[in-house]
């Protein structure tokens, strides 16, 4: 369990100088400290004015205990923490509204009644890469969610327990999942009116651009921040705790980072690992760089966001490769959260990514059921102030007038259809590893012919022998006229960023916390390998109220 926490012992201005004195070069600080023989006219050592420190602003133009930046989910659990221990809070965010992606997500938040099952579930799905402490402050956090729920007056139904999207990784049942009636139009204004009651500041189309450290004690004073073309230095007297998210929208670092490209995400386009960055400068590890909650994904070069799909509310429908071949169980558990696994697999033998792009191919009935895509994963739609497209029509049949979805009469010549079509990777060739923003696909009609054969026969006998296709979930593609739409991989976020201990603090490489220095939610979640879901938005209240809480205790450095 976590030790008690003890708290930095406040800073002189003697003892906060002392170490920038000994790094500074000769004559790089103002210090009007006594010399050993003090000249006539030295005023005494109490009356001289603060002395500078490299890097560390000698006025601030804001100033507040805790400093948030991010104003979504995690930010407003951290800053309505921290506040309500009584600390003053400023939170800055980067977009023109508030709301990041907890504003148009599925509300479902993670809650369990055993810790240790708990705990050992998510130290396998982290495939070790998260530390047994973590997952267990982690495991603890969600036994309080209810009461925390409860506490700001926020409804909620209690799912029954369950093993999670990996039950072989659990030894039982331990999740509870906690649903926000209305979803996500439901749970974020109930959030955002938290923030407002308590009238707690917050600046929006205000980015953090850095953090400021002191140079010797390596503390996280405080946050540069840009509003209106100039900076804004911000003091922080207690600590920072960085709620900005993942990477989605940084085609560097997903070229970077995450083992297959392209990769398109749906969600928050404000989310461009810029807490990533500024962790790094002030000495930040980082843990889960490659590890995404991945699915697939519609995607086209008119919208920067992706849609997200929605397989046909029918099952006449199958996803194969580039090469027209089937290649999973396309109702499989794992389909919400891990599907990008078998979605960016790498053939040596070619070599390239032949299921980049796959895709889903279904018939008229399939069709007609309802909309192959969403905006986002839940019922929230995108506003197109935020990045947000017109809404997928009812029938799809708008789709199909633009070009995104191909038709044809026959399964043959919906494979030409397809090799007709020019899928574009990226909407900028900067961003292409091999230097093309077109991706060739080659279907011999014969292949998908024989696939979609195979399956339809497998339908007939309520056998899926190949992947193992429950066999209520078994629909044949044989309505006339068919249908392709090409998928890529995507997820709802990344789990990347910097790395943190089970008080929520950011460490650095040594595992050392960098003092004065926290995060929460999106930005480097404790799940590490797979995504479980309810997972990310259980973060935003578990670690957003740790993060809160360990800032408003500290002692204020100045």
């Not at 810790?115 to 997952?135: E, H, L, N, S």
């Not at 209690?158 to 999207?165: A, R």
């Not at 400021?212 to 003091?235: F, N, R």
């Amino acid at each position: 369990m976590a030790k008690e926490k003890e708290s930095p012992k406040k800073l002189s201005r003697r003892e906060f100088v002392k170490g920038a004195a000994a790094v500074a070069g000769a004559g790089a600080l103002v210090s009007c400290a006594p010399a050993a023989t003090p000249a006539p006219d030295c005023p005494p050592a109490a009356e001289c004015a603060p002395c500078s420190v490299p890097g560390v602003p000698e006025t601030w133009d804001k100033e507040a205990d805790v400093v948030v930046v991010g104003y979504g989910g995690s930010g407003v659990v951290t800053a309505v923490t921290a506040h309500d221990a009584g600390s003053k809070v400023l939170i800055l965010e980067k977009a023109p509204v508030q709301g990041g992606s907890t504003s148009m997500s599925h509300c479902g938040i993670m809650g369990t009644d055993n810790v240790a099952a708990a705990a050992d579930y998510f130290y396998r799905v982290a495939w070790g890469t998260t530390p047994k402490d973590v997952c267990e402050a982690y495991a603890e956090g969600a036994t309080q969610t209810k009461g925390w729920l409860d506490s700001m007056g926020i409804e909620y139904s209690e799912g029954s327990p369950g093993s999670g999207e990996y039950p072989l990784l659990a030894d039982t049942d331990w999740k509870k999942s906690l649903s926000i009636p209305g979803e996500c139009q439901v749970y974020w204004p109930q959030l955002d009116q938290l923030v407002k009651d308590r009238e707690i500041e917050a600046l929006l189309e205000t980015p953090a651009r850095r953090l400021v450290q002191h140079p010797e004690t390596k503390e996280v004073l405080g946050v540069i921040a840009e509003s209106g073309g100039k900076e804004l230095a911000i003091k922080a007297n207690k600590a920072v705790v960085l709620c900005c998210g993942g990477f989605e929208f940084n085609e560097e670092m997903k070229l970077n980072f995450l083992r297959a490209a392209p990769y398109h995400f749906y969600g928050w386009k404000y989310n461009t690992g810029d807490g990533i960055t500024m962790a790094q400068e002030v000495g930040a590890a980082l843990w889960h760089m490659n590890a995404v909650a991945s699915r697939g994904c519609m995607w086209f070069p008119e919208y920067e966001i992706a849609f997200t799909v929605r397989t046909p509310k029918t099952n006449n429908f199958i996803f194969v490769d580039k090469y027209g071949r089937r290649y999973a169980n396309e109702k499989a558990r794992w389909m919400g959260h891990g599907w990008g696994y078998k979605l960016t697999d790498w053939d040596p033998d070619v070599p390239e990514f032949t299921r980049i792009p796959s895709f889903c191919i279904f018939d008229e009935t399939a069709r007609l059921a309802g909309p192959l895509g969403s905006l986002t994963t839940g019922i929230c739609v995108i506003p197109e102030e935020v990045g947000g497209a017109p809404a997928w029509s009812e029938d799809n049949s708008a789709e199909i007038e633009r070009g995104w979805i191909q038709k044809a009469n026959t399964i043959e010549e919906l494979a030409m259809a397809i090799n007709d079509t020019t899928y574009v990777g990226y909407a900028d060739a900067r961003w292409s590893p091999l230097g093309d923003v077109t991706i060739p696909v080659e279907i011999d009609p014969t292949v998908l012919k024989a696939s979609v054969d195979t399956y339809n026969r497998y339908t007939a006998d309520g056998n899926d022998p190949d992947f193992a296709r429950d066999s209520e979930a078994l629909a044949s593609i044989e309505t006339p006229p068919y249908y392709a739409v090409a998928l890529w991989p995507s997820g709802c976020n990344t789990h990347g960023g910097p790395k943190r201990d089970g008080k929520a603090q950011v460490v650095d490489h040594h595992d050392a916390p960098v003092p004065r220095l926290y995060s929460a939610g999106e930005l480097g979640l404790v799940e590490g390998f797979l995504y479980e879901g309810a997972g990310a938005m259980g973060e935003t209240v578990i670690f957003g109220r740790i993060a809160g809480s360990e800032a408003a205790g500290l002692e204020p450095w100045g």
